[in-house]
């Protein structure tokens, strides 16, 4: 109507001048004597009158102007718009020095202030900031060579190698980010000390702070925090002895709780302007490309924590050797990924697990396995198929098929374990497009498979298939079912979508399940062939690979018994409803699982198949409560019998959050049924795990 198109025209207006008033005016505009003028009331005022649905906009003002115009108050995104017409800020090395910036003769206190700001600087710049915002926002940095202080030069020296080899270590170890989430560049003089001689000058610096006093143990923490730091990701780069990793894990992290206790013996930063200052936020804002903006550092306690976080990631790194088969690695990097690790932890386990042949362009897993036995083993692992035995005899045109397929599937998996070391909700963007590959690659194998079989005669005891078809229709289910885990985990999806989410879960999942019953019938029958050939020699079973597939068992009891559970809080109205004309739970569910719809097998859960599972068991609340706690206590059940010894130490904190889960939903299980609970509507706590709630009933 008239008036509707009215009132839009006037949030329209009010929404664009509000984007324009948010900030001070540009000095062009200041310049002309023009003022702006704070709308945000008239705004809210205005937006009062937009019903649910409706959207302000212009022609040329459209909803994706509007979000890019709007600050996002992150420091990697939007870092703040400070004035730099200050006439007083430093502008040069040399002015602060003139200023009174110390160069030699450090006050103790003024010295452990300005190495904890270094440290809180080196950890925003490894949260994603960018150099000049973080790191060089310290003046010392500038003209190292000019400082002849014993302990603050050697420091110095150290952050400068630190950035260097992170620098290093990202722009050829392997991409884990992408330009939102880490900017590495780097127009900056990071000098040209060697990493011995780096070393070096700390290890002195060390033994001259250990002779100061008491306080000279704060200011060896410190020095010797960044050469254990630096020997960490050295060895763990070039896969030294998992022993001496662990002791200099051991080291680095007994010296970051020395630092935690002594924060408060370091001065406050000198904010006078006249003063020489050791940190200066503008310094560089004369560099074009990093235009008027200063990101917010970490504070000094949050960089320790920062860097006991971080040196907690890398201690999980120094067993990679021993992570040299298909099963292992990828349940290793499966965990890993999900305890979130800085961008050097990714960077070092992808460095680490794939690694160039010296002699060719193939690949290294674990600097010692061959891609393409690499593959072949985990195929064998999977179904023990005599077709992909050494020795077996095919076509030519089969066995270049079979290399050429070995060597895209290995190109798959380790695209898969890239993107899970990517940021989380770049992982799953990236994984909407990998299911995409690993479907093609599924179809190739079922081909390949019909090629070997058809190669060897047949015979009641001969093979089926291959196996590659099997081992790559669980990667898919695997890739599928982490594409509907970043979801839960990233918090994309509103309450009343959880039910069809772990509806896809249980549904995958009982895929996987298929395919790991599968395996385990061949190698049951290739176990009896065994047994009966009293020649052959037994052979040992590898199948980490089905091992690791065995867990999922009790993650499809947890999503089938919080799918039953949700049913019976529907049934009671305790589940909230949406009310909408423009609501349709069609559209929502395919548009939600879209990347899905487009794999051919495993066969895609369909709204109509969702619907009619739904339908057959609306029986009452209290039938399908019972169901929920049986599923539960047997997910608790299987869980309680993995010994937590044989965990990998990423998946423990996992594991334990799964046992609370199931154990806490059963007591609000147990709860509902005895029928005296108020009729209130119920709320999902993600606190214990990041894909399987707590469901709060009071």
């Not at 770049?426 to 479907?439: E, F, G, I, Q």
């Not at 079922?446 to 005891?461: E, Y």
């Not at 089905?546 to 089938?560: G, H, R, T």
């Not at 068991?617 to 399908?624: K, V, Y």
């Amino acid at each position: 109507s008239g008036e509707e198109q009215k009132v839009g025209t006037r949030s329209q207006g009010l929404f664009v001048g509000w984007l324009l008033v948010c900030s001070e005016p540009p000095l062009h505009m200041a310049a002309q004597g023009k003022q702006w003028r704070d709308i945000t009331a008239q705004l809210r005022e205005a937006s009062q009158q937009l019903a649910l649905g409706q959207v302000a906009s212009l022609p040329n003002f459209t909803l994706r102007d509007a979000m890019s115009a709007v600050e996002l108050m992150d420091p990697k995104a939007d870092s703040l718009m400070l004035a730099v017409s200050d006439p007083e800020r430093i502008k040069t090395f040399e002015e602060a020095v003139e200023r009174g910036l110390p160069l030699t003769n450090i006050a103790h206190a003024d010295l452990i202030g300005i190495m904890d700001d270094l440290l809180a600087a080196t950890a925003t710049y490894l949260q994603g900031a960018s150099l000049a915002q973080s790191v060089f926002t310290c003046v010392y940095l500038h003209c190292p060579a000019k400082v002849t202080d014993p302990l603050l030069k050697p420091f110095l020296l150290g952050i400068l190698r630190i950035v260097f080899e992170t620098w290093e270590l990202l722009s050829r170890g392997g991409r884990v980010y992408e330009e939102e989430d880490f900017h590495p560049a780097q127009p900056f003089d990071l000098g040209n000390t060697p990493h011995a001689a780096v070393l070096d000058q700390l290890a002195a610096a060390e033994t001259t702070a250990a002779s100061i006093g008491k306080i000279g143990t704060a200011i060896e923490a410190r020095l010797g925090f960044l050469h254990n730091w630096l020997s960490l990701t050295q060895a763990l780069g070039e896969a030294q002895s998992p022993q001496r990793a662990q002791r200099l894990v051991a080291k680095a992290t007994e010296r970051l709780n020395v630092m935690q206790a002594t924060l408060d013996l370091g001065a406050p930063r000198v904010e006078d302007k006249r003063q020489g200052k050791a940190f200066e936020p503008l310094f560089n804002a004369h560099m074009q490309q990093n235009m008027t903006r200063a990101a917010i550092p970490l504070t000094r306690a949050a960089a320790v924590t920062f860097f006991l976080v971080e040196t907690g990631h890398l201690a999980h790194l120094c067993p990679l050797q021993s992570y040299g088969t298909f099963g292992a690695l990828q349940e290793f990097i499966h965990h890993f990924s999900r305890g979130q690790p800085g961008v050097v932890a990714r960077a070092l386990l992808l460095k680490s697990a794939f690694t160039p042949r010296p002699d060719s362009d193939a690949m290294l897993v674990i600097g010692r396995v061959a891609e393409s036995d690499f593959i072949l083993d985990a195929v064998r692992g999977v179904y023990n198929s005599p077709c992909l035995l050494p020795g077996y005899q095919v076509p030519e045109d089969t066995s270049k098929f079979l290399h050429a397929w070995t060597y895209a599937a290995f190109e798959v998996f380790m695209e898969l374990c890239r993107f899970l070391l990517h940021n989380r909700s770049r992982a799953r963007r990236l994984l909407t497009k990998y299911l995409v590959n690993v479907h093609k690659l599924a179809s190739e194998a079922s081909v390949l498979d019909h090629l070997l079989i058809s190669h060897r005669p047949q015979g009641p005891d001969g093979p089926r298939h291959a196996g590659c078809g099997l081992w790559a229709l669980q990667l898919l289910c695997y890739s599928t079912c982490e594409w509907l885990f970043l979801g839960l985990e990233l918090g994309l999806h509103n309450t009343h979508e959880l039910h069809s989410v772990y509806a896809h879960i249980d549904y995958m999942m009982g895929w996987a399940r298929a395919f790991a019953t599968e395996t385990t019938r061949e190698m049951q029958r290739q176990a009896a062939l065994d047994a009966a050939d009293k020649k052959k020699k037994k052979k040992k079973d590898k199948s980490l690979f089905v091992a690791a597939w065995q867990s999922f068992e009790a993650l499809q009891n947890i999503a089938e018994a919080l799918c039953k559970m949700i049913e019976g809080l529907t049934l009671e109205k305790r589940m909230p409803v949406i009310d909408s004309e423009f609501y349709n739970p069609e559209i929502l569910f395919n548009h939600r699982f879209a990347p899905l719809a487009t794999l051919e097998q495993p066969k895609p859960l369909t709204f109509a198949a969702y619907t009619a599972a739904v339908a057959a068991r609306a029986t009452s609340a209290s039938e399908l409560y019972t169901a929920a706690a049986r599923a539960f206590e047997h997910a608790r059940t299987l869980l309680d019998a993995i010994p937590t010894h044989t965990l990998l130490p990423p998946a423990r904190p996992g594991h334990e959050g799964l046992l609370k889960v199931c154990r806490a939903n059963t007591v609000a299980l147990n709860l509902l049924l005895s029928g005296r609970m108020p009729v209130k509507l119920v709320s999902f706590n993600f606190s214990a795990h990041n894909h399987f709630p707590l469901v709060k009933i009071t």
